[in-house]
């Protein structure tokens, strides 16, 4: 799982990335009476922990999280923060390894998106479409519509198109 993180960060180029193990999460973090992370929270104490400015931070935990008035959430971006989140636990539902890996990968794109300014899309394809539930999320692409992928090129950002919709 970690390295098919790591390697999907390289098709962001240029891109140094550096990966760690994370402590457990304080316990001020997490809301006991929904049993679950505080996701505006664990953004700011990720961010906290970045190791070299400017530099996004990714976290991929396995616990479950919200932010209100959500139920849930598969991930948290904060673009003021440079820092993301992807929950793995909900991802988890009815998965195997290999499809549990692209739906991490699928959201992991989907917060950098939102990281880089992108917003949500209409087209379902598309992998900065919002997902309600890993059924959503299976059938949108580990992929960037046109419109979205040229948004990223036109900002600078070096996307490998491996990582654009075509149709
Ligand atoms: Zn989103
Ligand atoms: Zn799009």
Redesign the pocket.
């Known amino acids: 799982m970690v390295k098919s993180v790591l390697n999907i960060l390289t098709y962001f180029e240029p891109v140094k990335t550096l990966s760690r193990e994370l402590n457990d999460l304080p316990n001020v973090l997490y809301n006991p009476f929904r049993n679950q992370y505080r996701g505006t929270l664990v953004n700011k104490h990720l961010s906290s922990l970045r190791a070299s400015p400017n530099s996004v931070v990714l976290g991929v935990l396995d616990v479950d999280a919200y932010v209100e008035p959500l139920n849930f959430i598969f991930g948290l971006a904060t673009p003021y923060l440079m820092t993301a989140t992807v929950y793995v636990r909900r991802l988890k539902l009815g998965a195997n390894e290999e499809k549990l890996t692209t739906r991490v990968l699928k959201e992991v794109i989907h917060e950098l998106g939102h990281i880089f300014g ?1 917003e949500h ?1 209409v ?1 379902r394809k ?4 919002f997902s309600n539930n890993v059924f959503e999320v299976d059938h949108k692409e580990l992929k ?2 046109e ?2 992928y040229g948004e990223l090129i036109k900002k600078g950002f070096k996307v490998s198109n491996a990582l654009k919709l075509t149709q």
């Not at 598309?126 to 479409?129: F, G, I, L, P, T």
């Open positions: 992108l899309c087209n598309c992998v900065m479409s960037y519509c419109k979205h």
